[in-house]
C-alpha cells in the first residue's frame, strides 16, 4: 500500500461524491500535476481504486482504507455500490 511522505500538507479537496455524482473522469485513466499528492478519502461505502501504471494494483477502499495517489501515477476509481467519498490533495510546502 502506498504511503504519503511525511512533508505533505493539504491544499485542497474537492465536494463529496456519491456513486450517482462522481465525475465521469474520476472513472477513467486520469492523473494529479507534477508534485501533488492525492488522498482519496471513503466516507462510507466501498470504491475501487486502480494504479493503471508502472503495473496495475487494485485495492478496495473503505473508510478504514484511504487510498494514496502519487504524482502523475494514471489512476482511476469505480463505486462499489453506495458510495461518499471525496479527494484531498497534498504537496510540499515550498
Known amino acids: 500500500m502506498k504511503t504519503l511522505p511525511p ?27 507534477a508534485g501533488v499528492w492525492g488522498r482519496i478519502c471513503v466516507v462510507r461505502g466501498s470504491l475501487r481504486y486502480r494504479i493503471l501504471e508502472p503495473e496495475l494494483e487494485e485495492q478496495v477502499l473503505s473508510p478504514e482504507h484511504p487510498g494514496v495517489v502519487e504524482p502523475e501515477t494514471p489512476h482511476e476509481v469505480e463505486p462499489i455500490g453506495e458510495v461518499c467519498f471525496f479527494v484531498e490533495f497534498l504537496r510540499s510546502p515550498e
Open 7 to 33: 512533508d505533505v500538507q493539504p491544499y485542497r479537496r474537492t465536494p463529496e461524491f456519491s456513486q450517482a455524482t462522481v465525475p465521469a473522469a474520476l472513472t477513467r485513466r486520469h492523473t494529479t500535476k
